[in-house]
């Protein structure tokens, strides 16, 4: 059975860095990884995303500031966000998905970031 279960949101000023991180446990087969955002009236929308194959992804607003990684020996998957604006308040959930047609197939319960400005 996988799970996946997130840590390491907060509160934090505009400016400011957070990262969250993503506990992997079974096998999610060759799907690929990811971290989504939601922010309430709106549907869920991907940030950043790694292929099986180590391929990286990342939503336009993010480049830059955020940084995806998979450490496969732990099975994390963290997301080091940088210059936070506060339009990057959300609810952030962990993903596991098929990679071509970005069917979610499993999801995290989600970790809150606020950033105030």
């Known amino acids: 059975q996988v799970q996946l279960v997130e840590s390491g949101g907060g509160s934090v000023q505009a400016g400011g860095s957070l990262r969250l991180s993503c506990k992997v446990s079974g096998n999610i087969g060759d799907n690929c990884l990811g971290w989504f955002r939601q922010v309430p009236g709106k549907e869920r929308e991907g940030v950043a995303g790694?292929?099986?194959?180590?391929?990286?992804s990342y939503d336009d607003y993010v480049l830059g500031r955020f940084t995806i990684s998979h450490d496969s020996a732990k099975n994390t998957l963290d997301l080091e966000m940088k210059s936070l604006k506060a339009e990057d308040t959300g609810m952030y959930y962990c993903a596991a998905f098929h990679c071509r047609t970005e069917v979610v197939r499993y999801w995290g319960q989600g970790t809150q970031v606020t950033v105030s400005s």
């Open positions: 790694i292929d099986s194959d180590g391929s990286i």
